[in-house]
Every structure is written in C-alpha cells, then in structure tokens.
C-alpha cells in the first residue's frame, strides 16, 4: 500500500528547489520527457539526511513500498536498476551531465540525499512562528537551508520498476549557507585557474569604485529648475528743481547834481552846527544774491535678484551501493 503523509527526519536542501519549476528528464538518458511534444516540468529538490538517520527512518519504508511490486527485494535482492530515488553522498561516481563527484558538493558526505518530485502542483511551505504556522514565499527559502518533509511513497512498475517520493508540504526548521550550483560543472575543470590580463578599458574591480582615470558611467543630466529672477523696480525719475528765478536788474537811479547857488554876499562865520549841502550822494546799487544750490535726487536703490539556479541534473538511475539494514 502506498505510505502517505510521513514526516522524514530533519534534512538540508542541497539542490532545487520547492518552490520552482524544472525540467523533468529521463534518468538514463537526461534528455527532457516530453508530453503532448511539450517538455514536462516538475517542482524537485534534493535532501540531505545524515546516514545514521536515513537508515532508521527512511529506508525500513522505501524497503517496505519496493516489495509490494518486488517481492524479493524484501529478502535482500536488490533489481540492479531499481530507481530508489537516493544516492550515497559519500560516492565518488560522477552522474551523467556533471563534472562534480557526489563526495565533492556541497552537504552530500556523510548523508544520503533523496530525491522529492512532483509534476501535479507546487508544494507549500511554512514556517512555525509564534505558536502558528505562516506560509512562505519562494524568496525566502533558499537552496541550504534545513528542512522536514511530508511525502508520500508509492511504487510503481514501469519498465524496470521505482519508487514515486511526491511531496505533501515543508517545514522550515533552520537557515544554512546558500548552495549555488552553477550548471553542476566544477569551475576548475572549466577555467583552470589562470590569470588573464585585462583589456584596454576594462577594470580589475568594479566601476563604482574605479579609482580616477577609469571611465565611469555617466548619469543622464537632471533638468535644472528654473527660477524666475526678482522683479526688477521701476526706477522713479529725479525729481527736478527749478533754480529759483533771477531778480532782474533794477536801473541805477540817477541823481542829478544839485544845482549850484549863486554866489551869496560874504556872510559872517557859520554856526558851529550848520552842515554845508553835500555836493553828491553816493549811488546805491543791489547786489544780486546767490542762486539756491539746485540739488540732485540720490539714485533709487536696486533690489537684487537671487538567482538561485538549483541543480538540474538527475540522479543516475544507476545504483549506488545500497546501504545495510
């Protein structure tokens, strides 16, 4: 009978993801399976379970499932192509489309790493935080991270025979260093470790501390604000002053000489008190005053204006070698 809803031990996700969407391929063959002429996508991830755990917990079921089908598996006879859906992460084998051994990534020695897939619909996950459990996102559950799975195992007997591991749901339980395979190729085996020098232009470091004589980027020029200037007062004419008007000239007025008297008889001495006629009087004459100083108005002052790609390989369809019970 089918085993559903069992909780496997506390494992790390050391591949996919089960949020996300991948490819499903052939295990023999890792081509893509197509359906209708149309690739077949699946949510999968891959868990890492420490050994001691895997066996006390996770094989007795897989054993169990695999001998509804495959009766002589419960005696110790293990069909040589089974698909178990785990592989020993302590192998050195290399699946097919890789370069990276099993015992060289990533969380896989000393584990077993098994394999939850499904192509039906995507799986939830949660976290329990203040006594309830809160649904995630995909952002926020990473490949390294620790978790519990629900699954379902089923066997099924399709050419030579294998065992479905179907996710129910996660658990979040823990946060472990991001896991970023990138194409599962081994960058040594890619590149080789060599130095190169760089090309005219390019820097050793990035353009936004570049230090100075290497170009960098330029930012579209922010259109200035405008200001209006403060308007200008109209200047106030000057205020003109008439000079004050001039006095015309008054005519010197002209006296006459006083007629001289006839000569008159001699006379006996003058009184000490008679004054003799003046023969001539001075002229008096007006003397033009001074025109006002014309004062200036003082000028008016002027105002002033102023992406975590998961593994997609398969395991191989190959078996490794299968643990003891």
């Known amino acids: 009978m089918t085993i559903e809803k069992v909780l496997l031990p506390v494992g790390r996700i050391v591949g996919g993801h089960p949020l996300r969407t991948e ?18 996508s699946e949510w999968r991830c891959k868990i890492a379970i420490p050994k001691d755990q895997f066996m006390q917990n996770v094989w007795p079921l897989l054993v169990r499932e695999a001998s509804l089908l495959h009766p002589e598996i419960a005696q110790g006879v293990y069909p040589p192509d089974y698909s178990w859906k785990y592989v020993d992460g302590d192998s050195p084998q290399t699946p097919k489309g890789s370069k990276i051994p099993y015992n060289q990534r990533e969380g896989y020695p000393g584990h077993y790493v098994i394999t939850i897939a499904t192509e039906a619909f995507m799986p939830s996950v949660h976290k329990y935080e203040n006594g309830a ?32 591991i179907n996710p129910n749901g996660f658990e979040l339980v823990g946060y472990g260093t991001e896991i970023n395979y ?18 005219q232009g390019a820097s050793s470091i990035p353009a936004s501390s570049a230090p100075a004589g290497v170009q960098m980027p330029m930012m579209a020029p ?4 405008q ?31 006083a007629p001289m008297m006839a000569p008159q008889p001699q006379l006996p001495a003058p ?38 790609p998961g593994v997609t390989s398969y395991p191989t369809n190959g078996i490794p070698p299968l643990p003891q019970r």
């Open 23 to 40: 490819t499903k391929t052939n295990m023999k063959t890792k081509q893509p399976i197509l359906k209708d002429g149309k690739e077949v």
């Open 182 to 199: 990138v194409g599962m190729s081994n960058p040594n085996d890619l590149f080789g470790g060599k130095t190169y020098q760089l090309p």
């Open 271 to 308: 009184a000490h008190d008679f004054v003799q006629n003046v023969t001539g009087v001075p002229q008096q004459g007006f003397t033009q005053p001074a025109a006002p100083a014309v004062y200036q108005q003082p000028p008016v002052p002027q105002m002033q204006g102023g992406t975590v």
């Open 133 to 164: 459990y809160r649904q995630l996102a995909e952002h926020e559950l990473k490949c390294g991270d620790y978790v519990v799975a629900n699954v379902t195992i089923k066997p099924h007997n399709t050419s030579d025979g294998g065992l479905y």
């Open 227 to 257: 200001y209006a200037p403060a308007p200008m007062m109209a200047p106030q004419p000057q205020q003109q002053y008439a000079p004050a008007p001039m006095m015309a000239p008054q005519p010197q007025q002209q006296y006459a000489p």
């Open 222 to 225: 922010q259109p200035q604000q």
